[in-house]
């Protein structure tokens, strides 16, 4: 099967992320058929299911021996269907691209990185392919995975534009509760009005990303960034509100650790309590993600590079993706994946030809690299 009918085979599979989506179908239907596409070409399959419903495949090309391994990671979940535009299950061809949803995120590159695992041979290392799970969401999926399977060298297919990409920001997700005292909206000699000290915290997070945008710059990356994500609070018109809750999303480059992170905005928080009347706060830190950078001269960079045939781009992403637990587990890897454009909007396409040619320069590394 060539990348691009198999392609139109994983789109047409609804695989929407339920930690999305509550509801969604999730990775049970295509990692059942991703499981029947790699026995029919005598892969050895292992499907992993610590939560159920939510599989991850792994597909081992076992080498003669005495080769380097790789695994070619890609996740099968996609974002919500609603609100696409047409059928987002139905693949469609126009003018050289393919629309769907999970066309370009990223059921390209798992069909790319499928076929050229298949059409390596000859080799003495293994090749591993990981199709995982909710990586739109927790990367629970190559979590699992790096818990069994371990390679010398990995690429991850998530889109490029056909582009090398050697590093992505992390993240760090930490909530705000402001704390008021609530009293009724006659009373302003009772009542703390934590939305309004809430304001307080919100102009210092502003001058924070301030601060960030003009301090140290990562080559490729730039600096951290900071937000707010969610807020809510109060409970009526007429009441004081007695707690205010702030989502805030910081965007970490490397360097930038979770822990520097919250010291930072409970240094924030500290000024805030010392200057502001009344004002009380307390912070939690949610999840977080450390960011990736790869080594430009490891090997597997190397090889992939020479399979090109032309001068490199090297990027960067903003975005996270699984390549930072690929590389917190000593495993030496890359981004490369495939052109297109509609990553989680109401239209989504790949270009074909960027698919034919992400394949090919697959096949070649796998290869170079495992022969």
């Known amino acids: 099967m060539n990348p691009r009918d198999l392609l139109a085979r994983l789109v047409a599979i609804d695989s929407v992320n339920p930690d999305l989506v509550p509801g969604g179908r999730g990775e049970r239907e295509i990692a059942d ?12 399959v292992h499907l992993l299911e610590r939560r159920p419903g939510r599989p991850s495949l ?30 987002p299950l139905l693949p469609e061809v126009r003018d050289g691209r393919m629309f769907g949803r999970g066309t370009f995120d990223m059921k390209g590159g798992v ?41 010398d060298a990995a690429i991850v297919t998530e889109p490029s534009h ?30 703390v009005d934590a939305i309004a000290k809430a304001g307080h915290f919100l102009v ?26 969610v807020i809510s609070g109060g409970e009526e018109a007429s009441t004081y509100p007695s707690s205010c809750r702030i989502t805030v999303e910081r965007r970490t480059v490397p360097g930038e650790s979770p822990q520097r992170v919250e010291d930072e905005l409970r240094a924030v928080l500290d000024r805030l309590h010392d200057t502001v009347p009344d004002f009380r706060a307390t912070l939690t830190r949610g999840l ?32 996270w993706t699984d390549c930072a637990l690929l590389d917190a587990a000593g495993i030496p890897c890359l981004l490369f994946g495939v052109d297109g454009a509609g990553a989680h909007a109401a239209t989504e396409h790949i270009d074909l030809a960027s698919l034919d040619r992400l394949t090919d320069v697959l096949a070649r590394t796998v290869t170079d690299f495992c022969g």
């Open 162 to 191: 056909l582009e090398v990409t050697l590093a992505h920001k992390g993240f760090v997700w930490l909530d705000v509760v402001v704390e008021g005292r609530a009293a009724h909206g006659s009373r302003p000699e009772l009542g």
């Open 288 to 319: 977080a993600r450390d960011p990736f950078e790869a080594d430009p001269d490891a090997e597997i960079v190397r090889t992939l590079i020479a399979n090109l045939g032309a001068p490199p781009v090297i990027r960067a992403e903003p975005f």
């Open 111 to 151: 069909a790319a990185m499928m076929v050229a695992a298949a059409r390596a041979e000859n080799l003495r290392g293994d090749v591993i392919v990981a199709c995982v799970a909710d990586e739109e969401h927790g990367s629970s999926g190559t979590a699992e995975v790096l818990e069994r399977f371990t390679a």
């Open 33 to 44: 058929f991703c499981a029947r596409w790699f026995a029919e070409r005598g892969f050895e």
């Open 58 to 87: 792994v597909a081992v090309k076992k080498g003669s021996g005495g080769g380097k391994s790789l695994m070619l990671n890609g996740h099968i979940d996609t974002v919500g269907l609603a609100g696409y535009d047409g059928d």
């Open 204 to 229: 210092a997070l502003e001058q924070l990303g301030h601060d960030l945008a003009a301090g140290p710059r990562h080559h490729l990356l730039g600096t951290g960034t900071v937000h707010a994500s």
